[in-house]
């Protein structure tokens, strides 16, 4: 490799080993890709030798190319080459090169712990020969005065390797007095003695292997966990070491990691943080450091982790729990309704550590428990892009302008992809004490291409044009000839969908592959049923216990002949928004392992985390009513192709040649502006129009009148109408002078309407999240309702008593309940039935008939979205609403106390009983709640709302008989086992962590 000889021609071992080499990463990756393509060349004649191995990695770490190294690493057919040849018979000194550049090359691929630890024996085994050796080869040789020199160079380098293992395994080396030694100076005197002692032997080959050595050494140890995360302080050091020593070790920083760290991502003197990074490269473990690092500065703090989905706050919960076990951090979900039952009020209490929470939720929590967020130091928003959406991202805005107008103690640190703006938001949160940190570096290659349909009968084909947006590179299209059995199928149908699935089975052999419906859910779970119909069952006793629990929820929530169920036995799935959070997080979890090898998803992936593809292949970009994705959108989604460890390049196709257009849009717009969605909310209200109908009629802009309203209920009228222009100042949309303009107007008509209600009233409307008028309109109902004002908790828990909720809940904006896609004429008792069966144990299956569909899937996928979203969610808040309303009435006996205020906990986690809610809040599966309780009482006593921490101590120390006894007679005994059941809630909550397979 001529460019490489040149290349590394200009790099002395001083600069090599240096603090501020001059070493150009655009040259290093161009002499990394001449490698790549030489490598993959001789691979096809099985030419590739240890020595071609060895500098291509030297060059591909100084590259910032890691993920791409190790995945070449990590290929069969490359891995025997490392291997060393306990039977070689050429001389000792070309051994020793070979061991040494062996055992770099296995600290390199780090695919475990495991290999830094055999390239340490290797060397050992090494110094074990040593004495017997030399004294043959010196004996032997024509030259014996170069053989010593080559040999003094050789083991120079082969003790820098010991240092360097010692380092990147434990993060000091023990030097001869028994004390840890400075790891750069030593290999930086070790180093420059080799190439001396190579300089002196006068083998120029010699020579570049040790500047070579030198290259691979020094970043190695610049890369490791240890150079970046160490001395930060003692919580931090505490995690460095917990996860450099477990099982599925982290032994490196990724270059985006160590971006974000030397752009002073934990700068304190910072009040807030917009951390710009890639999808896959490494912002959770920035987020531990961060909240390491708050937790290490104040004794009693709390963190808030925000996550926009239940699932996700599933996956934040497992890694997160599992990686500060140790340093004996609390790590808990905050339920995601409404709360307010006692036994989650006490829980909340007595929470320390990090609480993941939805931002609904949190919003509830600083309109309702003020004294809460005393404690809390830092508040972590993931998907923080989230903003610019709707109705969801004026909320978010405005719970972030009340969190710092109300808390200005509470740091914010906020988790996007790229936006253009983020300085923008950063100084909106804080001024000059916010700033951006933006982290450029991406994990793997993505290449981006349009398929067209072209040519007819036996010249039928797909030809795929290619663009490379995050590199000026010119690809050359694909020619994918059909095979006679492909052209047949595109004869009957060349619809889209027929072209993303024939294009999905030909990338199956780069690894897992997604395919994006936004549009459909049944085009979804239709792909996913095609691409399973032709593959072979997995066997389940050697496929993880998620993948039997994953079969026995469907099975049992949608029936023995699930589809989904069908399709995951063959490692297969679809997600989308039909499925509980349970299943949604079992589907992730399925797929970051391994075991399925093709997803069929719409939107609800979006806000995924940690769901590795090598491929995304794209049916369609459009959303339902919504138009097509924004760029954001789109590249949340598609750029999961090539995730860490998986390939080394992601790949994305188009399947519809007419989207050629939108091919053009996302592979230009890789980032894409904040905008306020509040600003567009207003913008859309015509001056002078009517309060009431602009709340009921446009979504966007009831946060902002709840916004309002939140500061009547602490201030009262008087003191809002003064501190108005602050309030707006406050939020996004008020640095815009027309949308401040607007807001002021619309804020002060909005006052007009409600001065004279009393505060306290307010308050209570502000702490069920409705605006006043909707609240009016709830309390009103209520006091006419015989039902809804005076009768028992049992009373309405039963159809009758759900009907009249339901009646009241009905006519409030804010809620939309109507069998038929959340539109139209609501048919409030179908609805009731609905809540009855759900609190009461009936299965997504068993609810199905009360929903309309030409067929039993659709209508159990209907009914899968109305009680998975509406019904959990919607409801369960309208109940919280009625009961602070009902409160509000007076009189002996109307306010319901203790456990008579349960049912918004009832509807939320579909349970009927105080201890499954309690089960269910702590991630027991809705099936086996009941039973655990049970078994919890029997040992425990009757649980009391206190009882929090000691019921999860409960279930953390519950042997798998417990398990066996709590699934007994319930409908999943048939499907699951006990200890598979244990074993998925153990890892799910980061108790017994088991690692993700590290794909090939």
């Not at 892009?385 to 109300?406: Q, S, T, V, Y």
């Not at 319901?896 to 599966?925: F, K």
């Amino acid at each position: 490799m001529v460019d490489y000889e040149t290349w590394i021609s200009r790099i002395d071992v001083g600069t090599a080993l240096g603090t501020s080499p001059n070493i150009s990463e655009v040259s290093a990756s161009h002499v990394f890709d001449q490698w790549l393509a030489y490598i993959g060349a001789a691979s096809a004649q099985r030419r590739i030798e240890l020595r071609d191995l060895f500098l291509a990695s030297s060059v591909a770490l100084w590259a910032r190319r890691p993920t791409e190294l190790r995945h070449l690493l990590r290929l069969p057919m490359v891995s025997g080459i490392i291997e060393p040849k306990s039977t070689d018979t050429r001389s000792w000194s070309v051994k020793v090169q070979e061991i040494i550049s062996c055992a770099l090359i296995l600290i390199a691929r780090q695919s475990t712990r495991e290999d830094v630890e055999k390239a340490r024996r290797c060397i050992d085994d090494l110094r074990q020969l040593q004495g017997k050796m030399d004294e043959a080869l010196l004996a032997s040789s024509d030259q014996p005065q170069r053989s010593a020199l080559t040999l003094l160079a050789l083991y120079h380098a082969g003790q820098a390797t010991i240092v360097l293992t010692d380092y990147v395994l434990n993060g000091q080396f023990v030097g001869t007095r028994g004390r840890p030694v400075n790891v750069m100076t030593e290999l930086q005197t070790l180093m420059r003695k080799a190439h001396e002692y190579a300089v002196l032997s006068s083998d120029p080959e010699l020579m570049t292997w040790i500047i070579s050595v030198s290259l691979i050494s020094g970043k190695l140890r610049d890369d490791s966990i240890w150079a970046n995360g160490s001395n930060i302080n003692e919580k931090i050091d505490a995690l460095v070491k917990s996860v450099s020593a477990r099982e599925g070790a982290i032994l490196s920083m990724l270059p985006s990691q160590q971006d974000a760290l030397a752009k002073n991502l934990l700068d304190p003197q910072r009040e807030a943080v917009i951390l710009q990074m890639p999808t896959s490269s490494g912002k959770t473990l920035m987020a531990e450091l961060a909240i390491l690092q708050t937790l290490s500065g104040y004794g009693d703090a709390r963190v808030i982790y925000v996550t926009p989905t239940r699932a996700l706050a599933t996956q934040v919960r497992r890694t997160l729990g599992a990686d500060f076990a140790e340093l004996n951090i609390d790590v808990t979900a905050a339920g995601s309704a409404f709360e307010e039952d006692p036994f989650e009020k006490a829980l909340l209490n007595s929470l320390t550590g990090v609480v993941i929470s939805t931002p609904e939720k949190l919003d509830l929590l600083l309109r309702s428990r003020t004294e809460w967020f005393e404690q809390i130091r830092l508040v972590i928003v993931d998907e923080a892009h989230l903003l610019k959406d709707g109705e969801r991202g004026a909320r978010l805005e405005l719970l972030l302008a009340n969190i710092r107008r109300e808390h200005a103690h509470i740091r914010l640190l906020l988790l996007t992809p790229f936006v253009e703006n983020a300085q923008d938001v950063a100084a909106w949160l804080s001024q000059d004490r916010g700033r951006e940190v933006e982290v450029k570096w991406r994990p793997s290659r993505l290449i981006v291409g349009l398929a067209s349909l072209k040519g007819r009968k036996e010249t039928r084909r797909i030809e795929i044009e290619w663009k490379e947006p995050h590199r000026a590179s010119e690809l050359t299209p694909t020619v994918m000839l059909l095979t006679e059995e492909e052209r047949d199928v595109l004869r009957k149908s060349s619809s889209a969908q027929t072209k993303a699935i024939t294009i999905g089975r030909r990338l199956q052999p780069l690894g897992p592959a997604l395919m994006m419906f936004p549009a459909s859910r049944i085009a979804a779970e239709e792909a996913a049923l095609e691409m399973a119909g032709t593959r072979t069952e997995i066997d389940p006793a050697l496929a993880p216990p998620e993948f039997r629990v994953a079969i026995a929820l469907a099975s049992n929530e949608y029936g023995e002949n699930s589809q989904l169920a069908n399709c995951l036995k063959k490692g297969v799935a679809f997600h989308h928004s039909a499925l509980s959070s349970e299943l949604r997080y079992l589907v992730e979890r399925l797929a970051a392992i391994g075991t399925l090898q093709f997803i069929a998803a719409t939107t609800t992936l979006a806000q995924g985390m940690n769901f590795p593809v090598s491929s995304v292949v794209v049916h369609s970009v459009h959303k339902p009513y919504a138009g097509p994705l924004s760029p954001g959108e789109f590249w949340n989604i598609a750029g999961r192709a090539g995730r860490v460890g998986l390939s080394e390049r992601g790949i994305i196709v188009f399947a519809n040649s007419e989207h050629r257009g939108l091919w053009e849009h996302y592979t230009a717009s890789l980032s894409e502006q904040i905008d306020s969605a509040l600003a567009v909310a207003i913008e859309r209200i015509a001056d002078g129009a009517d309060i009431k109908s602009a709340y009921r009629s446009n979504e966007g802009i009831r946060p902002f009148v709840q916004y309002i309203g939140h500061s009547v209920a602490r201030l009262g009228s008087q003191q809002t109408s003064s501190e108005l222009e602050r309030l707006v100042n406050a939020s996004f949309a008020g640095r815009s002078d027309a949308a401040r303009a607007k807001l002021l107007q619309f804020a002060r008509r909005y006052l007009g309407q409600i001065t004279g209600k009393q505060q306290s009233y307010m308050k209570v409307a502000d702490e069920t999240g409705l605006a006043s008028f909707s609240f009016d309109e709830l309390y009103a109902t209520i006091r006419t309702d015989p039902m809804l004002s005076g009768g028992t908790a049992q009373m309405l828990q039963q159809p009758d008593g759900l009907k009249h909720l339901i009646d009241a809940l009905a006519k409030l904006p804010e809620l939309s309940l109507a069998l038929d896609l959340g539109h139209g004429t609501i048919d409030t008792k179908a609805v009731a039935d609905v809540v009855h069966k759900w609190i009461n144990g009936s299965t997504v299956a068993e609810i199905a008939p009360s929903f309309r569909g030409t067929n039993e899937a659709d209508r159990i996928r209907e009914a899968g979205r109305y009680v998975f979203g509406l019904v959990s969610q919607t409801v369960s808040w309208g109940a919280h609403a009625f009961l602070r309303g009902r409160d509000m009435i007076g009189g002996e006996g109307v306010a319901l106390e203790g456990e008579d205020r349960m049912l918004p906990a009832y509807i939320q986690y579909g349970v009927s009983s105080p201890g499954s809610v309690m089960a269910s809040i702590l991630g027991i599966p809705r099936q086996l709640a009941s039973g655990m309780a049970a078994l919890y009482s029997e040992e425990n006593g009757l649980l009391r709302p206190e009882d929090g921490s000691r019921f999860r101590t409960f279930l953390e120390a519950s042997r798998v008989e417990v398990w066996r006894e709590a699934i007994q007679g319930t409908r999943i005994a048939d499907f699951v086992s006990a200890d598979d059941l244990r074993s998925v809630w153990r890892d799910s909550q980061g108790i017994d962590r088991r690692p993700v397979r590290t794909p090939v």
